[in-house]
């Protein structure tokens, strides 16, 4: 059960990872209604379209490169040589000072991985979709899943594990009979722990803000690629110019429009998916009056908008 101190230091990263989110939504002039719903697990898979086993790989192979490539700036390495090269304990106003200092590196380190992870949610969304609109609501789930990724590592234990990595010393204060003064350590590893707590709650807002980047640097960086709509012979770009100029048609009407570009105006035959051929589908109406493909037809041109 978490205790009163620990229920508070939740609530606090959570109402100032909600404040981020509304302030960056703000930025985009997106609007909601107050309190509404806050974006679930299942939301964030069905406005991403990946599910959650690729989202887990994807997040695993970020996680296991923030520590492996753990590192410290050269010029941060060279001002603070000169305590991590000692092997007594630095005072406590010299260990406080140094642990400001892990920790806003620590905080631009997660700030990369989350803008890393964001490029890959991206690249794996695209990659599963005929056509990617970054909405309000898709934008948000991918902010939230690496948010959620930051919270994870914005961890005492995550922290740790990462100091051992870029600083490599390990002090070890003894008392005057030679035994190792444990007492010492406990006080020192309570106050970084404090310290620690205090700060890497209010890098939200950089977190976010470089999670932001990388979804718009994959956007413009994908602008331009080979759909999978290209790669069927546009079946779902002709579907979506018939959609988009005649709202009133029916589904079957939409069909026989898309055949009929096709067949008269590309001078090709309508590219059918393999799935729905293999049931004797030759063109777009057969595959909708086929009771086989029927239901196979009418998502796929439900789901081209």
Same mark, same amino acid.
């Given at each position: 059960?978490?205790?009163?101190?620990?229920?508070?230091?939740?609530?606090?990263?959570?109402?100032?990872?909600?404040?981020?989110?509304?302030?960056?939504?703000?930025?985009?002039?997106?609007?909601?209604?107050?309190?509404?719903?806050?974006?679930?697990?299942?939301?964030?898979?069905?406005?991403?379209?990946?599910?959650?086993?690729?989202?887990?790989?994807?997040?695993?192979?970020?996680?296991?490169?923030?520590?492996?490539?753990?590192?410290?700036?050269?010029?941060?390495?060279?001002?603070?040589?000169?305590?991590?090269?000692?092997?007594?304990?630095?005072?406590?106003? +010299?260990?406080?000072?140094? $642990?400001?200092? +892990? $920790?806003?590196?620590?905080?631009?380190?997660?700030?990369?991985?989350?803008?890393?992870?964001?490029?890959? +949610?991206?690249?794996?969304?695209?990659?599963?979709?005929?056509?990617?609109?970054? $909405?309000?609501?898709?934008?948000?789930?991918?902010?939230?899943?690496?948010?959620?990724?930051?919270?994870?590592?914005?961890?005492?234990?995550?922290?740790?594990?990462?100091?051992?990595?870029?600083?490599?010393?390990?002090?070890?204060?003894?008392?005057?009979?030679?035994? +190792?003064?444990?007492?010492?350590?406990?006080?020192?590893?309570?106050?970084?722990?404090?310290?620690?707590?205090?700060?890497?709650?209010?890098?939200?807002?950089?977190?976010?803000?470089?999670?932001?980047?990388?979804?718009?640097?994959?956007?413009?960086?994908?602008?331009?690629?080979?759909?999978?709509?290209?790669?069927?012979?546009?079946?779902?770009?002709?579907?979506?110019?018939?959609?988009?100029?005649?709202?009133?048609? /029916?589904?079957?009407?939409?069909?026989?429009?898309?055949?009929?570009?096709?067949?008269?105006?590309?001078?090709?035959?309508?590219?059918?998916?393999? /799935?729905?051929?293999?049931?004797?589908?030759?063109?777009?109406?057969?595959?909708?009056?086929?009771?086989?493909?029927?239901?196979?037809?009418?998502?796929?041109?439900?789901?081209?908008?």
């Amino acid at each position: 059960m978490a205790t009163q101190p620990q229920r508070a230091t939740a609530n606090g990263k959570r109402n100032s990872r909600e404040s981020a989110i509304a302030d960056q939504k703000r930025m985009y002039k997106v609007t909601q209604p107050v309190n509404s719903p806050i974006l679930e697990t299942s939301k964030k898979q069905f406005f991403l379209k990946i599910d959650l086993s690729a989202v887990w790989i994807i997040k695993r192979e970020v996680w296991n490169s923030f520590f492996d490539e753990a590192s410290l700036p050269r010029i941060v390495e060279i001002e603070y040589d000169w305590i991590l090269s000692k092997r007594e304990m630095p005072c406590p106003d +010299l260990d406080d000072s140094l $642990t400001l200092v +892990l $920790t806003q590196q620590y905080a631009c380190a997660i700030a990369r991985a989350t803008a890393t992870l964001a490029d890959w +949610l991206m690249t794996a969304a695209i990659s599963r979709a005929d056509r990617i609109r970054v $909405t309000a609501r898709f934008r948000e789930a991918i902010w939230r899943y690496c948010l959620d990724f930051a919270a994870q590592l914005a961890q005492w234990n995550a922290f740790s594990r990462w100091t051992d990595r870029v600083t490599r010393v390990w002090w070890h204060p003894m008392r005057q009979d030679g035994a +190792l003064d444990r007492e010492q350590i406990k006080r020192a590893a309570e106050r970084r722990q404090k310290l620690f707590a205090e700060r890497i709650k209010g890098y939200w807002r950089e977190w976010l803000g470089a999670i932001d980047r990388g979804i718009e640097l994959r956007r413009v960086l994908s602008s331009g690629r080979s759909t999978r709509a290209g790669r069927e012979g546009g079946l779902a770009a002709v579907i979506r110019v018939v959609k988009e100029k005649n709202a009133q048609y /029916s589904q079957r009407e939409i069909a026989g429009a898309v055949d009929d570009i096709f067949s008269t105006k590309l001078n090709r035959p309508t590219p059918i998916l393999k /799935s729905w051929k293999v049931h004797g589908v030759t063109t777009l109406v057969e595959g909708y009056d086929n009771p086989i493909t029927k239901g196979r037809v009418k998502k796929y041109i439900t789901e081209v908008t």
